[in-house]
């Protein structure tokens, strides 16, 4: 099997047949894949179109799991469903088109060095705050982290087999594929492509859900925060040093006495803000850890339905 393309689905009854239609359209028979729909804990009718799919075409899987895990469980479940030599990770509400994918095939086939190739927006169709909060983000995930973000790369990504195994070996439970594909390496060539409107339903993206995954994204590759309590704990103390000392120097000197009211409230009020500030930073990691200790599984596949033709 030469290329799978890995579908995560949440709720997408009105596209994924259209898009199963669009990629026999663009692959025709001349290459030979397979199709991994992932359905997430759709609450519609996707299951049912799905199943309908997979009886009708034999080179496709679905792997359906029993509740909403995420897309980027979702992603983690299809990849190991998959058994292509190289794999795709492609939407399934038509905004990424199947024919970006065989200009990744093409680079793949005629650059042995290269092992993935990411598809980026050209131009992103959202506001110019949204593109200017995800700049900042990118900015400030990049100078925190120890892996390189790559700002406008999407997960819409081809990838050679080695790839996809490295991907597969990290088995944490947070889990931000952006940094994966990061971290675990290999050679990557970014392409850009036209991100079309949605066919059918809406984003699922909200502006929570969002702020939710920076906040993974960060916590995922940098221990930075951790050591920024050090940090600030160092640089206060160090200020109230030379603050204390300030005030006895002037009170033997000048007899000055030590005012002010204000002053003492403004810092109990900023230092014991910065101590919760801090405690909850140390809390979001250690709870982080909690839940991976717990050990648990990604997500849990509730039917998996696969062609026996299809088994290897
Ligand atoms: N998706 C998923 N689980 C989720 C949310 C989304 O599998 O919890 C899928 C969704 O069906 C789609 C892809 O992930 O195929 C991208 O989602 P969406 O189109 O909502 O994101 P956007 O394109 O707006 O970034
Ligand atoms: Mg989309």
Known sequence: MKLSLVVPCFNEEDNVEKFLQEVKNT?????????????????????????QLAEENKNVQVV??????GKEAAMYAGLSASCGEMVCVIDAD????????????????????????????????EGILMSGIKSVFYKLI????????????????????????????????????????SWVGFNTEYI????????NGKSKWGVKKLTKYAVEGIMSFSTKPLRFAAYVGFVSSLISVIYMFIVVIQKIFWGIDVPGYATIVGLVLLLGGLQLFC????????????IQV???????????????ENEN
């Open 279 to 290: 405690l909850g930073v140390l809390g979001e990691y250690l709870a982080k850890m909690y």
């Open 294 to 308: 717990k050990n648990r599984p990604v997500y849990i596949v509730k039917e998996h339905i696969k062609s026996d």
């Open 64 to 69: 359906t799991f029993s509740r909403n895990f």
């Open 94 to 125: 038509l905004q990424q088109h199947p024919q970006v994918v065989l200009e990744m095939l093409e680079i793949l086939d005629n650059n042995p060095d290269t092992d993935c190739v990411t598809a980026y927006q050209k131009k992103r169709r």
């Open 192 to 199: 850009p492509y036209e991100a079309k409107k949605r066919e």
């Open 142 to 181: 990049n100078g925190i982290s120890d892996v390189n973000f790559v700002n406008g790369a999407s997960d819409f990504r081809l990838m050679r087999r080695t790839m996809v195994e490295a991907i597969l070996s990290m088995t944490e439970y947070h889990r931000f594929s952006k940094g994966i594909f």
């Open 27 to 51: 692959l025709k028979n001349d290459i030979d894949h397979e199709i991994v729909f992932v359905n997430d804990g759709s609450t519609d009718n996707t299951h049912k179109v799905l199943k």
